[in-house]
């Protein structure tokens, strides 16, 4: 089974400000076969990026994903109000599909 | 437009048995993959299984193989997650999710099914 760590677990940042979140693989995730999602309190999670970069339907420019093999990054360019949330990388390459433990991004 | 809705909340007894559900519109259910995943109170989120309503072709995580039962009926359009006998640690948030494909990602999500278990 694929093991997904995502850091930090918490990033506090102010509106406006570049969020950088990490997720790293315990091995190679083929294909580049890896999601993000948002979580907000109370909400089903929410598909931002697939495949490692592309971003979902409706998803604002803000958002983008890249890496390959073990190492993944979502990046958020300038928070808005609205993106302060928990956030999750999943891996579909190898089954049992996999999720990281998620990182906060909470307002400063 | 795509929707998946779940059924209700559950309050159960341990032992007791439980079937909720996910139904899809807005699309052919036959031509996507529906998992299930859990999340604990305060926790993130665990893959349990996938099913194709296709052809009913399930999969199952490890962790949940032999724990929970993963099922479909086409002629519905409605996906099911069942237990036989319940236990305390069950209680959870459940929420279906639509894949494009098997090895895909997760599009679209059910609201949840908040399901309790306690004596």
């Known amino acids: 089974e694929i093991v997904l760590t995502q850091s930090p677990a918490t990033l506090s940042l102010s509106p406006g400000e570049r969020a950088t979140l990490s997720c790293g693989a315990s091995?190679?995730?083929?294909?580049?076969?890896l999601a993000w999602y948002q979580q907000k309190p109370g909400l089903a999670p929410r598909l931002l990026i697939y495949d490692a970069s592309s971003r979902a339907t409706g998803i604002p420019d803000r958002f983008s994903g890249s890496g390959s093999g073990t190492d993944f990054t979502l990046t958020i360019s300038r928070l808005e109000p609205e993106d302060f949330a928990v956030y999750y990388c999943?891996?579909?390459?190898?089954?049992?599909?996999?999720f990281g433990q998620g990182t906060k991004v909470e307002i400063k | 437009e795509v929707q998946l809705v779940q059924s209700g909340a559950e309050v159960k007894k341990p032992g007791e048995s439980l079937k909720i559900s996910c139904k899809g519109s807005?699309?052919?259910?036959?031509?996507?993959?529906i998992g299930w995943v859990r999340q604990m109170p305060g926790k993130g989120l665990e893959w349990m299984g996938i099913?194709?309503?296709?052809?009913?072709?399930?999969r199952y995580s490890p962790s949940f193989q032999g724990q929970v039962t993963i099922s479909a009926d086409k002629s519905i359009s409605t996906a099911y997650l069942q237990w036989s006998s319940l236990k305390a640690s069950d209680t959870a948030m459940y929420y279906c999710?639509?894949?494009?494909?098997?090895?895909?990602?997760?599009?679209?999500w059910g609201q949840g099914t908040l399901v309790t278990v306690s004596s």
């Open positions: 099913i194709y309503p296709g052809d009913s072709d399930t």
């Open positions: 999943q891996q579909y390459g190898s089954s049992p599909w996999t």
């Open positions: 999710a639509r894949h494009p494909g098997y090895s895909s990602w997760a599009d679209y």
């Open positions: 091995q190679s995730v083929s294909s580049s076969y």
């Open positions: 807005g699309y052919s259910f036959t031509s996507y993959w």
